[in-house]
């Protein structure tokens, strides 16, 4: 089960047990604050489809996902910024 059925899983059952059955008893707004317990999970999934869609470029040599952001490597053919002969022996 991937985490959009999980969150949709726990929202049904939300509004299951918290429905007021003095009203409609079938209908809830789940606030996305109830759903906090998620937003890690959900931000892992969002940060893996980025780093997918930049593997799949071909200006990207390398990509690496830490816990600060995105890690890039271009190949030099896409690198505007790179100069070689700052490499070079002098």
């Known amino acids: ?20 059955p003095d009203m409609s008893g079938f ?3 789940t606030s ?3 759903l ?4 890690d999970q959900l931000n892992v999934y ?3 489809q980025v780093r997918l ?3 799949s470029r071909e200006e990207v ?7 600060d952001g995105f890690d890039v490597c271009l190949y030099t053919n896409f690198a505007p910024n790179y ?5 070079e022996d002098k």
Do not use: G, H
Request: cysteine-free; proline content about 0%.
């Open 36 to 39: 906090n317990e998620y937003q």
């Open 83 to 87: 100069r070689s002969e700052q490499y």
């Open 46 to 48: 969002i940060r893996n």
């Open 1 to 20: 089960m991937d985490i959009f059925d999980k969150i949709a899983e726990y929202i049904v059952k939300n509004t299951q047990t918290e429905s007021n």
């Open 32 to 34: 996305f604050a109830i």
């Open 27 to 29: 209908q809830l707004v």
């Open 61 to 67: 040599a390398d990509v690496q996902l830490d816990k």
């Open 53 to 55: 869609a930049l593997e």
